[in-house]
């Protein structure tokens, strides 16, 4: 798990009043940084240009010509010409020993874009915009200095914003690195030390990013056990039961002691695998309850209420987010909601917390999460996205790790079941949720097929190899 931050100028401006580290320093150790990932990936007969930009971004950038002039054939590219304090140091020191500078673009084997940096936050001007969009046409290796230009402090993309294939960010990552735009963007992301150890430049914050070693999966250490002993999940099957059985064997699979679909149909008529139960009442020994999967119209807000009157762990999703009972459920402490977009958008005017459309939310999804959350403090929210939010209270997290394989009917009902089942087996709503996401996400990633292949019955049989 690391650390994510809204900004760092503050986390420079500590190290140099507590540990006496100059800007100078920093920016040293950022542009070393560069040029080690370089030389421990790119032969030295590459031929590399480092596009910069007037401002301190740009000042990385010529730090790194310099430290790279001599052992490759490296270029600089002036974008715009320095004009910060450090830019125009940079350019002494990179003329002294002659770095050659190059009137226009030209083919290479790695591109740097350092043009601007994550004080950005607007569009770009007609001269700029050209040069990205030729940086982006050519064909070579593609790094962002800190961040892609055109990524702004918020996480949107500008019009035109630079592809890179990898981003060597400085000193922390960024949450504007996280929105789902900028994932088509960022590439690989690593961080870069600026003279000290990460441990000692980061501060305290609320929000993290999950890595896939955080994944923990459902113990059955107790040898002296039975079924019962690993909790009792209960899925209402709704409408279309399709969903409600991919969910009841997700959770199966993922290690609940028993699993039972709870509806009004007579089951010999939905054809149900031998594996799941049936009822038309929750059973006395459930544990955990999921709803919403497939849910239609088959339950009024009345029946619902009967149905989940109770204090048990409850994990909502699909359906029951347009319907007014929600309300009434968001009470509850040990509930998790696990909306698209389309169904926060609906979430958040039935509470009358926002009225807008997905568009906004998707520019705006780490404020939104933050406004739901503070709203209401004892539920788990699970945003579906390319980059997953998770938050509870004050507590926020970012699954990173999913990929359009996922991009199908039917994922989203596994996960439900997946969360469902650890809720069942005595997780806690934000543990279940992060490692319920975790899981999911590793199970597309250890998909072997075409990224378009992926099935839902395919994660089912994949949990086993977890």
């Given at each position: 798990m690391q650390k994510l931050f809204e900004e760092v100028g503050s986390l420079d401006a500590?190290?140099?009043?507590?540990?006496?580290?100059?800007?100078?320093?920093l920016m040293e150790h950022a542009a070393q940084g560069m040029a080690s990932y370089?030389?421990?990936?790119?032969?030295?007969?590459?031929?590399?240009?480092?596009?910069v930009g007037s401002g301190n971004n740009g000042a990385d950038g010529i730090a790194l010509a310099r430290l790279l002039h001599g052992d490759y054939?490296?270029?600089?590219?002036?974008?715009?010409?320095?004009?910060?304090?450090?830019?125009?140091?940079?350019?002494?020191?990179?003329?002294a020993i002659n770095v050659p500078i190059i009137p226009k673009l030209q083919e290479c084997n790695i591109f740097v874009d350092a043009i601007v940096?994550?004080?950005?936050?607007g569009e770009f001007n007609e001269k700029i915009t050209t040069v990205l969009e030729k940086m982006n046409t050519l064909e070579a290796f593609k790094i962002a200095c800190d961040v892609p230009s055109g990524l702004k402090k918020s996480g949107e993309c500008a019009q035109t914003t630079f592809h890179a294939d990898t981003t060597l960010t400085m000193g922390?990552?960024?949450?504007?690195?996280?929105?789902d735009e900028a994932k088509d963007y960022i590439g690989k992301i690593e961080v870069l030390d600026l003279g000290i150890s990460r441990k000692?430049?980061?501060?305290?914050?609320?929000?993290?990013?999950?890595?896939?070693?955080?994944?923990?999966?459902?113990?059955?250490?107790?040898?002296?056990?039975?079924?019962?002993?690993?909790?009792?999940?209960?899925?209402l099957c709704g409408e279309k039961p399709g969903a409600c059985v991919m969910s009841a064997l997700a959770g199966l699979r993922f290690g609940a002691g028993l699993v039972t679909l709870v509806g009004y149909e007579n089951h010999q008529m939905l054809n149900i695998p031998h594996s799941l139960m049936y009822a038309h009442a929750l059973p006395s020994n459930t544990t955990a309850i999921a709803c919403g999967m497939g849910l239609g119209v088959e339950f009024s807000d009345n029946e619902l209420r009967n149905f989940l009157d109770n204090d048990l762990a409850l994990i909502i999703d699909a359906d029951l987010f347009s319907m007014e009972v929600i309300l009434e459920l968001l009470e509850r402490k040990n509930i998790v909601l696990t909306p698209h977009p389309k169904e926060f958008v609906s979430l958040l005017k039935i509470t009358e917390l926002?009225?807008?459309?997905?568009?906004?939310?998707?520019?705006?999804?780490?404020?939104?999460?933050?406004l739901f959350c503070k709203a209401y403090p004892n539920t788990t929210l699970l945003l579906k996205g390319a980059n997953v939010i998770i938050g509870s209270d004050n507590d926020f997290f970012i699954n990173p790790h999913g990929s359009s394989k996922l991009a199908k009917g039917g994922s989203g009902d596994v996960l439900s079941g997946l969360i469902g089942s650890l809720l069942a087996q005595g997780k806690s709503p934000l543990d279940a949720t992060i490692h319920g996401s975790l899981a999911h996400t590793k199970l597309a990633q250890n998909y072997t097929g075409a990224d378009f292949s992926l099935t839902p019955e395919d994660l089912i049989q994949g949990i086993g190899n977890l």
């Open positions: 500590r190290c140099y009043e507590e540990f006496f580290l100059s800007e100078d320093i370089i030389k421990n990936n790119f032969s030295n007969n590459e031929k590399i240009i480092i596009a054939n490296v270029s600089l590219f002036f974008v715009k010409e320095p004009k910060s304090h450090m830019a125009l140091l940079q350019e002494k020191r990179a003329q940096g994550t004080g950005f936050d922390a990552l960024k949450k504007s690195l996280f929105l000692l430049y980061e501060t305290q914050t609320n929000w993290h990013l999950l890595d896939l070693d955080d994944l923990q999966l459902p113990l059955r250490a107790q040898q002296n056990s039975y079924k019962g002993s690993f909790g009792h999940l209960a899925v926002a009225d807008i459309s997905v568009e906004e939310l998707q520019k705006k999804r780490f404020f939104y999460v933050e």
